[in-house]
């Protein structure tokens, strides 16, 4: 079973940036897809940013520009670094790695945005 760890999250002023981290007990990043997530109070999660195993990358309209999704293979440690912050980027942000049927979610880091 393999564990991922968000971290980073916190309180930032709109405008202002954090960078979020997902560490993985195991090196998976490179032959799973991976992603970020959010789910804001009383909404569905939803796919905030994507990341192949290639290494392509794929965002929701509504951060791109903004956010960039990254991966470093070598501390098998995924990140996404959230630039312009608005208070709609409020949520609960989750990473996950999937590969076919397999699903490895994180517990979750908030991100509160202050207007």
């Known amino acids: 079973q393999v564990q991922l760890v968000e971290s980073g999250g916190g309180l930032v002023q709109s405008g202002g940036s954090l960078r979020l981290s997902c560490a993985a007990s195991?090196?998976?990043?490179?032959?799973?897809?991976a992603g970020w997530y959010r789910q804001a109070p009383g909404k569905q999660r939803e796919l905030v940013a994507a990341?192949?195993?290639?290494?392509?990358?794929n965002y929701v309209d509504s951060v791109k520009g903004r956010f960039t999704i990254s991966r470093d293979n070598a501390k098998n440690t995924m990140y996404l670094q959230m630039n312009s912050l608005k208070p709609e980027d409020t949520a609960v942000y989750y990473c996950?790695?999937?590969?076919?049927?397999?699903?490895?979610w994180g517990q979750g880091t908030q991100v509160t945005v202050s207007s």
């Open positions: 990341l192949t195993i290639g290494g392509r990358t």
């Open positions: 996950n790695a999937k590969r076919a049927l397999i699903s490895y």
């Open positions: 195991a090196s998976i990043f490179s032959s799973y897809s």
